[in-house]
């Protein structure tokens, strides 16, 4: 088990908690004042918030001081939850068999109101889905959501692997629904997408496409002696080019090379993408449906990839365990400046 203080964000409905972890004595400290009996009011709401703690027998054995914010008091407790759960993972891995059934904030109830059990018509069934589908309801399949779950976790797992080790995610969603969720998360936690149309070669020729950010990034520099000594024509050709550029490349404009991971939403409509990602070996995380071949992408998530609620739910999710990654290796990058100065 690691020494120092460690950090977890969790997200649960509209509520956020930021919970920093060290080894003490059991003391709560929530929003600068209040310990967490008196804030959250109800001993149930109290055993929820500190359920991983009580997993692993650790309530009397670390301070956890926690900033919680949005929502009703039974989000925050959630919330709390999670935070605490990804804190205990920055401080030793081991735990993670343990609060595994915590660690994704996404419950088989939300899943089911969101509509992700809902399948393609049964003609449509891919045979390699088939592992998925528990039954069939008016002609529709109805996919199991303990596996979503379960593969989900599995993602989840890999792509918090990923970001330790500094590697970069690519969300990949060019379908109506996806595309607003896809550039949403993306932005949130400071990952790249591609939400307009999939050039072809994006990966597999990225040095071209490397120039043709090059170009775009030339064309929005204020100044730029492109822009001199042209007619009213060329300047206007030159602002439909950087349009242009701008719309296809506008995700990506700032990745410097290739994706360690690449998320997916709809398989079956982003064949192209994985088929690049797959010739590279760069691993894919893909919502599936029951018309898609779930063994095209190394981690699939099979759930309705043509509901809104759906997507957002486990788009968000992924998104989460990128943020709060993300956040813990800058505490520990701080925390290390701090012993260098101090040595």
Not at 129 to 146: A, E
């Amino acid at each position: 088990m690691k020494k120092g203080s460690f950090t977890g964000i969790g997200r649960r409905k509209n509520s956020t908690a930021r919970v920093y972890l060290s080894h003490g004595s059991g003391k709560f400290v929530i929003n600068k004042k209040s310990d967490i009996n008196s804030y959250l009011k109800r001993e149930s709401l109290v055993i929820h918030a500190t359920k991983p703690l009580d997993i692993l027998n650790l309530k009397d054995k670390y301070d956890l001081t926690i900033n919680v914010s949005g929502g009703g008091l039974t989000g925050q407790a959630g919330a709390i939850q999670l935070g605490i759960a990804r804190a205990l993972l920055n401080s030793d891995e081991e735990f993670r068999s343990q609060l595994k059934s915590i660690m994704i904030t996404v419950t088989k109830d939300e899943l089911l109101k969101s509509g992700a059990h809902f399948g393609h018509v049964t003609s449509k069934t891919d045979p390699n889905f088939r592992d998925y589908v528990v039954s069939q309801k008016n002609g529709i399949d109805i996919i199991n959501l303990d596996d979503t779950i379960d593969r989900l976790s599995k993602a989840l797992s890999f792509i918090k692997s990923v970001v330790d080790r500094n590697g970069e995610v690519l969300f990949v969603g060019t379908k109506k629904h996806a595309k607003d969720i896809i550039q949403q998360e993306a932005d949130r936690c400071g990952m790249f997408y591609v939400v307009e149309r999939w050039l072809g070669g994006t990966l597999t020729n990225f040095s071209t496409i490397k120039k043709s950010i090059k170009r775009l990034q030339s064309l929005e520099k204020e100044g730029s002696s492109l822009y001199e000594d042209l007619t009213k024509k060329e300047l206007l050709m030159l602002n439909r080019e950087k349009i242009k550029l701008s719309d296809q490349h506008r995700g990506i404009k700032d990745m410097k090379r290739l994706p360690d991971v690449v998320v997916v939403v709809d398989g079956k409509t982003e064949s192209i993408a994985i088929e690049e990602a797959k010739k590279l070996e760069i691993p894919i995380v893909c919502i599936v449906d029951s018309n898609t071949n779930p063994l095209v992408c190394d981690y699939p998530v099979p759930a309705n990839d043509d509901s809104i609620r759906t997507i957002q739910l486990l788009i968000t999710e992924i998104s989460n365990v990128i943020v709060s990654a993300n956040d813990a290796k800058s505490k520990k990058d701080d925390s290390k400046k701090k012993e260098e100065k101090e040595g």
